[in-house]
T-cell receptor, first 115, second 114 residues
Framework: GNSVTQMEGPVTLSEEAFLTINCTYTATGYPSLFWYVQYPGEGLQLLLKATKADDKGSNKGFEATYRKETTSFHLEKGSVQVSDSAVYFCALTRGIIQGAQKLVFGQGTRLTINP | DVKVTQSSRYLVKRTGEKVFLECVQDMDHENMFWYRQDPGLGLRLIYFSYDVKMKEKGDIPEGYSVSREKKERFSLILESASTNQTSMYLC?????????????FGQGTRLTVV
């Protein structure tokens, strides 16, 4: 079945460092791919998405490219800030039942940025 | 500002108690979901609902039930709470049919069963 594997955390970086959080997936068909972010004490919110191969999603300086040949959707940011400290979840569409889109999530990667 | 609101941030319940977790959304969304979040396991789907009074099991429905009597409200019920149900519970909603729709999440309820 469909699954998502993220790099294990926690990840700790200094401010202005380059960030990569790896995400690979296993899926049948052509799923859509998402990155969600969970800031401390809050629920998840959508960070970016890509719906087909070679699409690049971007938001708030973060980017991820849908790579079908490597089944990957790695999250990158050129210069991180303390405010980027959060837990990041990679997710993919697992299908639709009665109009409800089901998602499968990776295990999450906790990112801490030190000033 | 769109909102999914969960009734409690923190709950402590005793083993064997019947527990109700409430979720309300103000976006007129058709679909609502309950997940549990555990370290190293990510989010796992417990149940979801695609319409009033309609529900489908997710990946880990055992020990849980749900109720959706009104479109805006989706309740998760632990029939007899056990310590292995200690977790963070997240409610989410999405609009009607279609791929690639954004899921909106509540802030979570951290449940401890003692």
């Amino acid at each position: 079945g469909n699954s998502v594997t993220q790099m294990e955390g926690p990840v700790t970086l200094s401010e202005e460092a380059f960030l990569t959080i790896n995400c690979t997936y296993t899926a049948t068909g052509y799923p859509s791919l998402f990155w969600y972010v969970q800031y401390p004490g809050e629920g998840l919110q959508l960070l970016l998405k890509a719906t087909k191969a070679d699409d690049k999603g971007s938001n708030k300086g973060f980017e991820a490219t849908y790579r079908k040949e490597t089944t990957s959707f790695h999250l990158e940011k050129g210069s991180v800030q303390v405010s980027d400290s959060a837990v990041y979840f990679c997710a993919l569409t697992r299908g639709i039942i009665q109009g409800a889109q089901k998602l499968v999530f990776g295990q999450g990667t906790r990112l801490t940025i030190n000033p | 500002d769109v909102k999914v609101t969960q009734s409690s941030r923190y709950l402590v319940k005793r083993t064997g108690e019947k527990v109700f977790l409430e979720c309300v959304q103000d976006m007129d969304h058709e679909n609502m979901f309950w997940y549990r979040q555990d370290p190293g396991l990510g989010l796992r789907l417990i149940y979801f609902s695609y319409d009033v009074k309609m529900k489908e099991k997710g990946d880990i429905p055992e020990g849980y039930s749900v109720s959706r009597e009104k479109k805006e409200r989706f309740s998760l019920i632990l029939e007899s709470a056990s310590t292995n149900q200690t977790s963070m519970y997240l409610c989410a909603s999405t609009p009607g049919a279609g791929l690639n729709t954004e899921a909106f999440f509540g802030q979570g309820t951290r449940l401890t069963v003692v």
